[in-house]
């Protein structure tokens, strides 16, 4: 009875709920005592109140629970698992003012509230608290449900000692000090919340949200060393209403500006390894003091800061840092806690300090994130971020993957000065990324994540927003690495006023994207730089779906190398007057593309309508000291007919003062505007760099524009000029024709490139440092006489390059019906196709490779090569006289047909290389065609070379048909230089009629000193060599060659000489042999055949036939006489006309060697004469007078008739049958018989040196042995 009639009192004066703490005396104790479960002693005595407890679980029911000043409670358990209930059903709040000690787990429930004073202290293992409701059944079943209906405080003033701890009411404030080492604080509001002890003892609290105002917050100490602290509070959302409206709390600051009730806050300071400050779905966190879960020894902690709207207050200090490694702070992301929605709005106060950084390691992880409702953006409306404090998350050590970030993520997000710092001294900065699903805007701001070895990463980003930073620093560089990576990218507007980005590296530059994929972007006055020192310049990329503005300082240089990339991209593209977009760099100018690559190669760069780039605007890819110039475009989409480029700044890609050649720069579009551009690739070491101008129709170079500098469809040769004046130029169609209608005169030395996509029409004059002119189909001269002259000495980049079917698709050749003259100041020549270069072949079914009606070309050192292929006409067709003066450069021509000549020289023709080489090649390469190279015979042929090569001039001719080389007409072969040679070559197959033809005309092929060669590779069928009119060979009076120390060599089989005797006029070797690859002639050969030792030249040497002739060679008609040896072979040697030598003398026979003439040696030092055969017949004197001759025989049968005066030389007669020897023997030398024949000797013999008989011997008389 006693409990129902206390639980009716209760009831009717729970009204009367507080009491004052001056109306507790010091001494006052807990009265009223009632066991309701467990084994539970009290002892009490004056100010000091003992309660043992044996069993595990106890409740006592207290009348009032007043602790005074001076007095105490223990609490005396067996175990600190023991729990124990204090329940109170006092009408009013229970006042701790003295101290209670426990050693287990002490429950405290008092529903009217529970006020610890300031000098209160409790010390026990766990400490419950609550002003709630909770039914001892409950507590006995371990089910800790704790309801209440009303208002209910829990406040505390005092110290609090406990390894875990828990206050519990709809309203909770500690003021004093709480300290749960290694345990946990828990700080709970709402009406309804459940409490658990889990196995490990620790505590969770499940809080639902309340049906009355609740509220939670800390304005004093709570310490929980390497533990927990948890303030939270939930209401339910008609009681915020109600809570709201109350004019009171307006009044007090209950309710923040963006209309959230405060429900958890935290002005005192709170230490801990985890911390969690979660004012549910709809209530807010605010903080002004401190807290902290850092480490001196190990790594930081977590906080989490939760609810509807998250304020830190300014002079707040939320930081979790760590000696090893920083902790983690969540403000608005649950990560430590379930079922609690995204923050809707996060404000960081100006002066607020957030810090998750590391001493040694890496540094933690920021996440600050406000939500928004699917419903909050139907309506237009959302949550905000208003940021306006200090993020730090520093790494002192080595950064590891994951941490060392700061994210920061919201519908709106304002970032108001903040200042957020992810840098590291040591490694790699961290991550930054500022999101939005609506608009970033940002004043003052800075964002940087430094780095040692490389510069971080900074993701600014708006889903379907824009973002609008002025007066804001976003910073990755590095001090001993690459710079980092920064990305602004947005679907709506990007606006940078006054902003400095950079991803500065050392030795390397980073990257910088910024990227509006729906709208615009538009950069005033800010600077953005990549830059790197030792290394590469890094990368900057900006691209805007629609308009790109930009009036800012762009850089990607590189101090020490090369620099960088910048790419602009967008529909339309300004860059404004003031503008400075720079990637230059010590070893190599960077790459600068705005509205697109270099004629559109790269597909992933999208090109722009329009491209800007006002006056007074820089754009600058050059190197700054050796290296060289780098690559800008400036381009409009050139198939898009409101595509536009206006181009009136200053362009530079220049090489570096040390070295390098010029860079390149495009200026392209379907309509070019470039009055007032300024444009340079200078290089002072090398060559000049290239300006090319695309537009995109049919284009004319002359001067019929309108004089307004537009590139339309008439480009104004005046504009060509003035931009040689600075650079090199290339101008280029993609398929149309260009036609060259005015002259174009520049007499500097920058190169000029006309390369045209379809035909290229040249009806004027061109004069530039180097010109190329270049179709991809025919080449045409057409209507007027054209001069091409090159003004710059030098090979490559003075030289004249005339280029169709440079694709090599088959489609294009050279056809000039009116005169082309070609002078360079040491430049080379090219005039061919199927390439750039003009080192191949066009092609052409209807006309000549290449058709010149007059040509002169004058070079000054440089080099010709001619090149041209035709399927029905000639590969190189010279009418209208040629002219080709080189003065030391090299001349090659090549030509191929497949019906008529290779090369054709319809007119007179002289070409003189100077000390320079002469190669002409013609092939005709089907049994159809007729001529490698052809010379009409109605004209003068001049070729004429110093060079002192064996091949200064060299004829190739290929002929499957009819002639390899048909030389007809007046030819004048000339080789004047030292060991200069001249070359005549066929190489067709066995079908064709001759190899090398004469006639017509006089040939002379004349030579100082080097060798002449006629090579016929392969025998033909009629004649290897035809001649049909007089040939003078070696030198000839009245000529540039009159005298020859030339060795002749003429290689053939078939010979037919029409009655003409070629001149022979050279004191060296001529030698007569089969083509090598035969060993013998085709048929029988004559020394008559030729006209020896003319022009008082007397040969060194003969040789007629190789070993393995078997065709006869006869010495006949006229005496010859060679100061040298002379070698014959074949199959009877016949010498039928007296013969002259000063060196050895070889008869080499199959069958027969008949002397029939006198053989006499008249000088030289001693010699051997050599007979070889089957049968020799000596029946002419064989003599010296000058010195020894020694003859030697070697045949089966042999004889002797003549007389032999060998003037002291040996005769050997090897002989394997008989010989007589009817004449005299006369000198000192010796006679030897070494055959196995009888010899007979019937002459008087005086020879005075011994007799060696190795066979037979017969003496008609004793004179017979001398």
């Not at 379809?758 to 179709?775: Q, T």
């Not at 070889?1146 to 008249?1162: M, P, R």
């Not at 005086?1246 to 004793?1262: A, R, V």
Request: with cysteine; proline share 1%.
């Amino acid at each position: 009875m006693k409990k129902k009639i206390y639980l009716v009192l209760i009831c009717v004066l729970f009204f009367q709920t507080t009491i004052s703490h001056s109306d507790i005396s010091n001494n006052q104790l807990p009265t009223g005592a009632n066991i309701v479960s467990g084994n539970i002693t009290i002892n009490q005595e004056p100010g000091k109140l003992t309660i043992n407890q044996t069993s595990a679980q106890g409740i006592i029911e207290w009348k009032t629970f007043n602790v005074g000043s001076n007095a105490s409670v223990f609490f005396n358990h067996n175990n600190a698992t023991d729990t124990l209930l204090n329940q109170v059903r006092d009408i009013h709040q229970s006042t701790i003012l003295g101290k209670i000690y426990s050693n287990g787990k002490l429950f405290i429930n008092n529903p009217n509230g529970i006020s610890l004073g300031a000098n209160a202290s409790i010390n026990a293992q766990t400490f419950i608290a609550s002003a709630m409701n909770l039914a001892n059944r409950d507590f006995l079943n371990r089910n800790y449900h704790f309801t209440q209906d009303r208002v209910a405080t829990i406040e505390n003033l005092g110290d609090i000692k406990a390894q875990y701890v828990a206050l519990m009411a709809p309203e909770v404030t500690n003021k004093g000090v709480i300290t749960s080492k290694n345990g946990a604080t828990h700080l709970a509001a709402s009406d309804a919340m459940t409490l658990t002890i889990n196995q490990d003892q620790t505590i969770n609290i499940k809080i639902n949200p309340s049906k009355i105002k609740a509220s939670a917050g800390n304005e004093g100490v709570i310490i929980s060393e390497n533990g927990v602290v948890k303030i939270r509070a939930d209401m339910a959302e008609d009681a915020i209403a109600a809570t709201i409206k109350a004019p009171d709390n307006q009044a007090v600051g209950l309710v923040s500006k963006n209309g959230v009730i405060k429900l958890v806050s935290n002005t005192g300071t709170i230490k801990a390894k985890q911390v969690t400050l979660d004012a549910g779905a709809r209530g807010a966190v605010v903080s002004s003091g401190n807290i902290d879960t850092s480490s001196s020894t190990a790594k930081g902690g977590s906080i989490e800061l939760i609810g509807k709207e998250v304020i830190l207050k300014s002079g707040s200090v939320i930081q979790s840092t760590g000696v090893n490694q920083g902790g983690n702070i969540y403000i608005g992301k649950p990560i430590l806690l379930e079922n609690t929605a995204n923050s809707s709005f996060v404000t960081l106060e100006q002066n607020s300090l957030i810090d998750v950084s590391s001493l040694y390691e890496s540094a933690g992880v920021v996440e600050i994130r406000s939500g928004q409702s699917s419903e909050e953006r139907g309506r237009g409306t959302g949550s905000m971020m208003s940021l306006d404090g200090i993020i730090m998350a520093r790494t002192g050590g080595s950064r590891r993957n994951g941490l060392a970030e700061v994210i920061i993520s919201g519908y709106d997000v304002n970032l108001d000065q903040i200042y957020i710092d992810a840098s590291s001294n040591i490694d790699i900065g961290g991550n930054i990324l500022v999101e939005a699903y609506n608009d970033i805007v940002g004043g003052k701001i800075s964002l940087i994540s430094n780095g040692k070895i490389e510069g971080g990463g900074i993701n600014v980003v708006s889903l379907f927003g824009e973002v609008n930073l002025q007066q804001s620093l976003i910073q990755t560089n590095s001090s001993a690495g690459k710079g980092g990576t920064i990305m602004l990218n947005s679907s709506q507007n990007i606006t940078l006023i006054d902003a400095n980005i950079n991803a500065r590296g050392s030795p390397a530059g980073g990257n910088i994207t910024i990227k509006s994929s729906e709208n615009s972007i538009n950069l005033q006055s800010s600077i953005i730089q990549t830059n790197g020192s030792n290394g590469r310049g890094g990368t900057i990329s900006i691209d805007a779906h629609n308009n790109l503005t930009t009036n800012s300082s762009l850089y990607t240089n590189s101090a020490k190398n090369t620099a960088g990339t910048i790419v602009l991209v967008a529909n339309h593209i300004l860059v404004q007057q003031n503008s400075i977009i720079e990637a230059k760099g010590a070893l190599g100018g960077g790459t600068i593309l705005i509205g697109g690559s270099w004629q559109n190669s790269n597909p992933n760069i999208r090109q722009a309508i329009t491209t800007t780039a006002e006056a007074g605007s820089v754009i600058d890819a050059s190197a700054t000291e050796s290296g060289d110039g780098g690559t800008v475009v400036l381009w409009s989409d050139i198939y898009d007919v409101n595509s536009i480029t206006f181009a009136k700044g200053t362009i530079v890609a220049e090489a570096g003062f040390l070295g390098g050649n010029g860079g390149n720069i495009e200026t392209s579009g379907a309509i070019l505007e470039l009055s007032g551009i300024s444009i340079s690739t200078n290089s002072i070491h090398g060559k000049t760099g290239l300006w090319l101008l695309d537009p995109t129709n049919d284009l004319h170079l002359g001067s019929v524009g309108d004089g307004d500098g537009s590139v339309e469809n008439t480009t104004e040769t005046g504009t060509i000029t003035t931009a040689l004046n600075s650079s090199d130029v290339r101008i280029y169609t993609t398929s149309a024709n260009i036609i060259i209608s005015s002259d174009i005169i520049y007499t500097g030395n920058n190169y000029l490139t006309i390369d045209s996509g379809g035909a290229l029409y040249i009806r004027a004059n061109v004069r530039a440092g180097g010109i190329s002119l270049i179709a991809k189909e025919e080449i045409l001269i057409d209507t007027v006489d054209v001069n091409l002259t090159a003004n710059r000495a030098s090979n490559s980049l003075g030289q004249v390059v005339i280029s169709a079917d440079y694709d090599g698709n088959g489609t294009g050749t050279n056809k000039f019906t009116r005169a082309l003259t070609i002078t360079t100041n040491g430049g080379d020549v090219y005039l061919g196709g199927g390439n750039t270069s003009g080192t191949s072949y066009g092609n052409s079914t209807d006309w000549e490779g290449i058709e010149f009606t007059g040509l002169t070309i004058n070079t000054n050192g440089g080099d010709v090569n001619i090149r041209g292929e035709s399927d029905n006409a000639n590969g190189l067709r010279f009418a209208g006289g040629t002219t080709i003066n080189t003065s030391g450069g090299n001349v090659y021509m090549r030509g191929e047909t497949e019906n008529y000549a290779g090369i054709y020289f319809v007119s007179n023709t002289s070409i003189n290389s100077g000390s320079g080489t002469i190669y002409l090649e013609g092939y005709n390469t089907t049994s159809a065609s007729d001529y490698g190279i052809f010379t009409n015979a109605s004209y003068d042929h001049t070729f004429q070379s110093s060079n002192t090569t064996s091949d200064a001039i060299k004829f190739v001719g290929h002929s499957d048909n009819e002639r390899g080389l048909q030389l007809t007409g007046d030819l004048k072969i000339y080789a004047t230089g030292a060991n200069g040679g001249i070359t005549l070559e066929t190489n067709g197959s066995a079908s064709s009629d001759y190899g090398i033809l004469f006639s017509g005309g006089v040939a002379e092929i004349l030579a100082t000193s080097g060798p002449i060669l006629f090579d016929v590779k392969q025998a033909t069928g009629t004649a290897d060599l035809w001649l049909d009119n007089n040939v003078y060979l070696g030198s000839k009076s009245g000529t540039s060659v009159t005298t020859s120390s030339s060795d002749i060599t003429i290689r053939g089989n078939l010979f037919n000489f029409s009655g003409y005797n070629p001149y022979i006029a050279t004191t060296g070797i001529f030698t007569l042999e089969p083509v090598s690859t035969s060993t013998s002639f085709g048929q029988n050969v004559s020394t008559s055949w030729w006209s020896w030792n003319q022009n008082s030249q007397t040969l060194s040497g003969l040789t007629f036939g190789k070993s393995g002739n078997t065709r006869n060679i006869t010495h006949e008609t006229n005496a010859l006489t060679v100061n040298g040896p002379v070698n014959f072979y074949g199959g009877n040697i016949y010498n039928n006309a007296a013969l002259t030598v000063s060196g050895d003398v070889n008869f080499i026979a199959s069958t027969l060697v008949d002397v029939n003439s006198n053989i006499t040696k008249t000088s030289g030092s001693s010699a051997t004469l050599t007979l070889t055969a089957s049968s020799i017949d000596i029946n002419a004197d064989i003599s010296s007078s000058s010195n020894a001759l020694n003859l030697t025989s070697n045949a089966a049968t042999m004889n002797i008739t003549s007389n032999l005066s060998l003037n002291g030389g040996d005769l050997r007669i090897n002989n394997s049958s008989n010989v007589t020897f009817s004449g005299t023997f006369s000198g000192s030398g010796n006679l030897y018989q070494l055959g196995a024949g009888q010899l007979t000797l019937s002459g008087n013999n005086s020879y005075s040196g011994t007799t060696n008989i190795y066979g037979k011997y017969d003496l008609y008389s004793q004179n017979s042995l001398g």
